[in-house]
């Protein structure tokens, strides 16, 4: 009898086994979408027109964070929509920043507002005013697009600098795959660091190691790379492959696009986050500099 319940068991482990094996693989694809499918841009914002890309192909400008499209490419950006370009913007990380929550939530002071602000935002929220800002800011430059990776939400910048290079890759690749004849344009990260040391931010360098990636699969894209933190040495140290002189009407739509971020409405949600509790000097600067940066690929600091 004991032989017999043994031999029952082996066989329907057996069948067990066999069946997942035969099926697993289809509830696997069925059930769980691969991460490509599920981290792809999304489309958050269009305006009604959109210029035929036919036309003039698109310039697309990748920013690391919710500001460095205005700080650093903004009369850029307005130059494109001018020359009727189609101009998409795509944020790639999700812009969260504990420090400077603490801000707004009082548990550091503020010393633009020489006071202690109780918002009580929470990390979500925090992000969501930062989007805010940066849609608007879109708007105020011109735009056609606004896109967000990683299906709207962005990435969390703490997965390091190898997962940053893989995910904004990842979401360059899905625009240029689209747009073989567009310019790419986004920050020079590798060399530009934000202090006399040579610090560099991982978001940033990631967004120059996704464009070399391009560049190394093919020379023929249009690669633009933007200095941001440059704004914050004197104008006689700011070195690039090229410094443009930006247009008074460009400068124009970039300052409107400063005036989003210089928004402090808490009853709107707008916190003037970057401006007034971040990075002020950064804003001034950029904001008064009649140049904007620009290095081209090859680059020693790559
Ligand atoms: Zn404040």
Known sequence: MFKVVLQI???????????????KPFFTKKNIPNSEETEIPALIWESKKQPNAFNAPPAIFYTPHQD????????????????????????????????????????????????????????????NARNAEFLAACKAL???KVFISNNGKGFDET????????????????????????????????CDPYNK?????????????????????????????????????PKEERTASFIKKNKKRDTKKKHKAFEEYNLFDPTKGRYAIGYQHSVWELFNNSYSSEYEYIDLLPLECN
Do not use: W
Not at 69 to 76: H, Q, R
């Open 68 to 127: 460095d499209e205005t700080l650093a490419m903004g009369s850029s950006i307005a130059e494109s929509v001018r020359k009727r370009h189609p101009v998409y913007v795509v944020l790639l990380t999700n812009g969260d920043n504990p420090s400077t929550n603490a801000i707004l939530n009082g548990t550091t002071k503020c010393e633009f507002h020489n006071t202690n602000h109780n918002f009580n935002l929470s990390s979500k929220d925090f992000i």
């Open 197 to 233: 040391k040579g610090d560099r931010m991982n978001a940033h360098r990631a967004c120059a190691n996704a464009l070399q990636h391009l560049h190394n699969l093919d020379s023929t894209k249009n690669i633009y790379l933007y200095k941001d933190y440059v704004y914050y040495f």
């Open 159 to 190: 997965i390091g600098l190898e997962n940053l290079n893989l995910k904004f890759f990842e979401t360059i690749s899905f625009f240029s795959s689209q747009y073989t004849l567009a310019s790419h344009h986004s920050i020079s990260g590798n």
């Open 9 to 23: 068991i082996k066989f329907s482990t057996l069948l067990t086994l066999l069946f997942s094996f035969c099926f």
């Open 142 to 144: 011109g735009v056609h």
